[in-house]
């Protein structure tokens, strides 16, 4: 199977996603995301154990696809890091599966310097997972209290790309982001596959300033 259809084959993520309700439509501001008319709360998918570890599978199978590529897109890795909080049950569920060490960032809460939990040592490789990217900053932080330990940070993984500037972001960083999912691929199955109306498909696409096609 090519890369591209693989890609595509990805989206029974789309529908286990839209019927854990983890899409939303509305009004949302959060983080960067302002005014958004769709909210994605991809935490949910700990309330589905096969889902959960499907959707582990999905992204070790990406990242060993684009590893083995004949140009390779993505580095070899010692640890894999999750962002608290969205990222740390997917990092598990990775982690668990392919038998790489993991990671993450203590969240504090008196504002000092997070510490970081579980063993390393410097110089190794980390790769990065959160469940979805916006602007990036999540990511972005993560990686600076890591480099500052001394470890090496060249890529990130997430579920779903939001398609608001993160990937933008972490290439000026000089992070390389690789994502199972787009927000606009999301919106396009579910307006396809008439779950939503035609109003919100229309409305989602022009927030993400794309041309649309009528589902």
Known sequence: MEYGDKRVANLWLADELWQLGAIQFG??????????????????????????RETAEVMLEEVRT???????????????AGVPFGG??????????SGTPMIYLHPSQD???????????SGQTVLIIDDLITGGRSIVQTAARLTAEHLIVEDALVLLDR????????????????????????L???GASQKILPEWYHR????????????
């Open 88 to 97: 740390l049950h997917l990092a598990t569920a990775f982690s668990l599966l």
């Open 188 to 190: 396009r199955y579910l």
């Open 27 to 52: 009004d949302f501001s959060l983080g960067t995301a302002v005014h958004s008319p769709v909210y994605l709360n991809l935490r949910l998918l700990i309330s589905n154990p096969s889902a959960l």
């Open 204 to 215: 989602c696409l022009e927030y993400l300033g794309k041309s649309y096609e009528t589902p």
């Open 111 to 121: 504002g000092r310097e997070q510490r970081i939990e579980g063993t390393y040592s």
């Open 163 to 186: 398609q608001h500037g993160g990937q933008v972001r972490l290439k000026r960083e000089g992070i390389n982001l690789a994502s199972i999912l787009t927000l606009e691929a999301v």
């Open 66 to 80: 684009l590893q083995n590529m004949r140009h390779p897109r993505l580095a070899h890795y010692d640890l894999i």
